[in-house]
Nanobody, 123 residues
Framework: QVQLVESGGGSVQAGGSLRLSCAAS????????MGWFRQAPGKEREGVAV??????KNAESVKGRFTISKDSARNTLYLQMNSLKPEDTAIYYC??????????????????WGQGTQVTVSS
C-alpha cells in the first residue's frame, strides 16, 4: 500500500507563492506516476500536474506558474505555485498510481490519494 501525506497549504494574497509537499510511504517506484489534483467549492476535482521518471504534464490553467517536482531520495513530491490567483483557491490533493503516467490526466487512474490541503488565494 502507498500512503500520501500533503503539507504546505495556507492562505496567500494574489501574486504570491506557496509550495506543497507530499510525503509518500510504501512501495512507490521512480517510474510510477504521481501528481496533484484540486477541487474548488462546487466544482469537480481536476488534474493540475502529474509526473513520472520521464514525463511531466501540466494543466493549461497552471502552465508557466506551477512546477511539479520530486525528490526521489526523500520520496516526496512537490508543487511550487507562483503567481497565484483567486481561482487557484481549492483543496489540493496528492495522488499516485503504479506505472507510467497515461497520455491524459484522469482521476480514475489514480489508486492512492492524500487527505488534501487547503490553498486560499485572496484578491
Amino acid at each position: 500500500q502507498v500512503q500520501l501525506v500533503e503539507s504546505g497549504g495556507g492562505s496567500v494574497q494574489a501574486g504570491g507563492s506557496l509550495r506543497l509537499s507530499c510525503a509518500a510511504s510504501g512501495i512507490i517506484n521512480r517510474g510510477d506516476c504521481m501528481g496533484w489534483f484540486r477541487q474548488a467549492p462546487g466544482k469537480e476535482r481536476e488534474g493540475v500536474a502529474v509526473r513520472d521518471a520521464f514525463v511531466t504534464k501540466n494543466a493549461e490553467s497552471v502552465k508557466g506558474r506551477f512546477t511539479i517536482s520530486k525528490d526521489s531520495a526523500r520520496n516526496t513530491l512537490y508543487l511550487q505555485m507562483n503567481s497565484l490567483k483567486p481561482e487557484d483557491t481549492a483543496i489540493y490533493y496528492c495522488a499516485a498510481h503504479y506505472g507510467f503516467c497515461r497520455a491524459t490526466i484522469a482521476i480514475a487512474d489514480f489508486q492512492f490519494w492524500g487527505q488534501g490541503t487547503q490553498v486560499t488565494v485572496s484578491s
